[in-house]
């Protein structure tokens, strides 16, 4: 999953419980740019039974596996859904097609959209057909998301933007980027079902060559808004946090009964294999909080992205290995170099 918290940020003051899952990070260990090559990603092993770290690169996963691992993967397509707007300047995240042309979004700053305000878009100049677009805010919801009402239908291939993480946006000023382009690379090899304003992150390292060598199957869920949300005092009082769609497809029953272990790729995955009572085809909505203390029924393994400190995708992964490991794990992550967040390094739980 793709995070946006400020390491200042005052949850703790809210939310007392979550000062035991912090950690010191160097702004320099914050990804940027992705790796030119996907699976040259930095991979840490680490051992929940004898508390061993050790450290390798996605390459070597195949070696790093059991026979009869079963790789789960959540093919969820990011939708460009970034639209910087011309008029009045500012920066909207599209998060659901309510009905035709009535979008839900977040916008920033909130304070230059208010309701009955009217907005104009301009289309990437390198992309052919409409070059402008307008929109009117046509309500405001209780956190603050704003309905907008299009003037006509539009692609999103052509105003949209990937939604990038702001921290990315933020802190890129200045900086000299790689040849690679975020339509690609803020996306996994795999993704299909289109829906997610933010990228399933721990995919983001496979290769179409790595994945030929390793057993898998997928699931989908799509990434909401709620990932770039600190958590609050009402999450966790409920023990629940915001929903996401997912979908389990036909067959994936058959194919885990005849697994040895599930791996989990990202906390994505996890919160749906651990939300369902089995895995027949279906879908729905998942609000599940994998929290400390909670038992994982059927991931067997997680490879997970290195995490922000006090968010629930840390809170899930210290859940599935323990707080203790994890900031023993985390402060070594530190002190080698690895890179955090979305376009960073990741790790194996075995």
Not at 59 to 82: E, K, Y
Not at 177 to 183: A, E, K, T, V
Not at 188 to 212: D, M, Q, Y
Request: net charge neutral.
């Amino acid at each position: 999953m793709s995070e946006e918290r400020s390491a200042a940020t005052p949850a703790d003051r809210l939310v007392p419980e979550l000062a035991a899952f912090s950690f010191d990070l160097p702004e320099e260990r914050i990804a940027l740019f992705p790796t030119p090559d996907r699976a040259d990603a930095r991979l840490m092993l680490v051992d929940r039974q004898s508390g061993a770290i050790a450290h390798h690169r996605i390459r070597d996963l195949p070696g790093l596996l059991a026979p009869g691992d079963l790789l789960v993967l959540n093919d969820s397509r990011v939708i460009p859904a970034f639209l910087p707007c011309a008029e009045p300047p500012l920066s909207l995240l599209l998060l659901e097609e309510r009905e035709p042309l009535l979008w839900k979004a977040l916008a920033e700053p909130a304070r230059r959209a208010p309701l009955g305000r009217s907005l104009l878009f301009v289309a990437d100049p390198g992309r052919p057909g409409e070059k402008r677009l307008e929109a009117e805010v046509v309500g405001v919801g209780p956190r603050g998301e704003r309905l907008l009402r299009f003037a006509q239908p539009f692609s999103l291939e052509r105003f949209g933007r990937p939604p990038l993480p702001p921290y990315i946006r933020k802190r890129r000023s200045g900086s000299s980027p790689p040849p690679l382009s975020d339509r690609e690379r803020y996306q996994t090899v795999f993704a299909r079902s289109p829906g997610s304003v933010a990228a399933p992150t721990a995919g983001l390292h496979f290769t179409p060559e790595l994945l030929a060598h390793l057993p898998h199957v997928f699931v989908t869920l799509h990434v909401g808004p709620g990932t770039f949300r600190p958590i609050g005092p009402e999450e966790w009082q409920a023990g629940r946090l915001h929903p996401e769609r997912f979908a389990i497809p036909a067959g994936l029953e058959e194919v885990v009964q005849n697994a040895r272990r599930l791996v989990a790729v990202g906390t994505t995955v996890a919160r749906v294999l651990e939300s369902v009572p089995d895995l027949r085809p279906r879908s729905g909505t998942t609000d599940l909080f994998l929290r400390p203390p909670c038992a994982f029924r059927r991931t067997g393994s997680l490879l997970t992205n290195f995490h922000l400190p006090r968010s629930s995708l840390f809170l899930l992964v210290c859940a599935f290995a323990g707080l203790d490991l994890i900031q023993e794990a985390y402060r070594e992550a530190v002190a080698d170099g690895y890179r955090f967040y979305s376009y960073g390094d990741a790790m194996l739980i075995l």
